[in-house]
């Protein structure tokens, strides 16, 4: 953990020369050193990779979302059927009224 806080730490103090960040169409300047500019360039592209990535996984995001919901509905309807099936096997099964059918024995 030390050396995850100590590199930014170092590369920090041993890039303090200062360089002039101008915005392009402007007169606009800002003074500030090195490593700080550096940083805050890590820092956007950081920034938009993780918009990117966000923006790329909303597809999956959405269909993980109507998956759940399919997901919920099957369980419904699976809750449902077991209960008609738990009524069904309650209901005793009616016995044929007719009297057995005799077969003729095949001719010789």
């Not at 550096?38 to 956007?44: E, F, H, N, S």
């Not at 509905?73 to 007719?98: D, F, G, M």
């Amino acid at each position: 953990m030390r050396l995850v806080i100590s590199i930014p730490f170092l590369f920090v103090l041993s890039n303090r020369e200062p360089i002039a960040l101008r915005l392009w169409p402007t007169d606009l300047a800002w003074d500030v050193p090195l490593s700080i500019a550096i940083l805050i360039g890590a820092a956007i592209a950081f920034l938009f990779g993780a918009l990117i990535v966000w923006i790329g996984e909303l597809t999956q995001r959405r269909r993980a979302r109507r998956a759940e919901t399919r997901v919920r509905l099957l369980e419904e309807q699976v809750t449902a059927l077991q209960a008609q099936l738990k009524a069904a096997r309650a209901q005793p099964i009616p016995q044929p009224l007719a009297q057995p059918v005799a077969v003729p024995a095949p001719a010789p």
